[in-house]
């Protein structure tokens, strides 16, 4: 997909009706570039009370019990995510300045097929943060190759779909 195809497919997102016409769009982008799965989230944080509900092709009885038992609160990544610099964020980079809690979970993301990760942090005018994760599978070495190719093509995907959820188009939840 050239740059301009890219472009087409970004914008299209602002045209569905519902928050599923989008995901599913949103899938058969990151599966185009190449990624096994993803997961789009809105982190809570001080300024507001929102619940952390992502929507994701990650494996579901993972996704049901990390968000059961209220993993995101002591996820490295994601509160790697909330630091004012962080953009894009190798879940192998930052493991190794994980507290103990925070390695057991990811740990356990990697067990539930959670593997060679990367998360692009969204942050918004009004104190909102977005978490846009892929991963892959393969050697870690492949996948760092794959996002070395696709990091901008991610990039623009994370913020034409934040865009589209969050810009003022109004979607239906089904």
């Given at each position: 997909?050239?740059?301009?195809?890219?472009?087409?497919?970004?914008?299209?997102?602002?045209?569905?009706?519902?928050?599923?016409?989008?995901?599913?769009?949103?899938?058969?982008?990151?599966?185009?570039?190449?990624?096994?799965?993803?997961?789009?989230?809105?982190?809570?944080?001080?300024?507001?009370?929102?619940d952390f509900e992502p929507r994701s092709t990650f494996d579901p009885?993972?996704?049901?019990?990390?968000?059961?038992?209220?993993?995101?609160?002591?996820?490295?990544?994601?509160?790697?995510?909330?630091?004012?610099?962080?953009?894009?964020?190798?879940?192998?980079?930052?493991?190794?300045?994980?507290?103990?809690?925070?390695?057991?979970?990811?740990?356990?993301a990697v067990e539930a097929g959670c593997t060679n990760g990367v998360t692009l942090s969204m942050k918004s005018?009004?104190?909102?943060?977005?978490?846009?994760?892929?991963?892959?599978?393969?050697?870690?070495?492949?996948?760092?190759?794959?996002?070395?190719?696709?990091?901008?093509?991610?990039?623009?995907?994370?913020?034409?779909?934040?865009?589209?959820?969050?810009?003022?188009?109004?979607?239906?939840?089904?």
């Amino acid at each position: 997909m050239n740059q301009d195809e890219l472009l087409s497919e970004c914008e299209r997102l602002r045209t569905f009706e519902t928050l599923d016409e989008c995901h599913e769009h949103l899938q058969r982008l990151v599966d185009h570039l190449g990624f096994k799965s993803y997961l789009y989230g809105v982190l809570p944080n001080r300024r507001n009370s929102l619940d952390f509900e992502p929507r994701s092709t990650f494996d579901p009885t993972w996704l049901d019990y990390y968000v059961d038992k209220g993993l995101a609160q002591v996820d490295g990544v994601l509160k790697r995510c909330q630091q004012p610099d962080a953009q894009l964020i190798l879940w192998r980079n930052v493991e190794r300045h994980m507290t103990p809690a925070q390695r057991t979970t990811y740990r356990q993301a990697v067990e539930a097929g959670c593997t060679n990760g990367v998360t692009l942090s969204m942050k918004s005018h009004v104190g909102v943060t977005g978490a846009f994760s892929v991963t892959s599978e393969g050697s870690a070495e492949e996948a760092l190759r794959l996002l070395e190719s696709r990091h901008h093509a991610l990039g623009m995907i994370s913020y034409a779909f934040n865009d589209a959820v969050y810009g003022g188009h109004q979607l239906s939840e089904v």
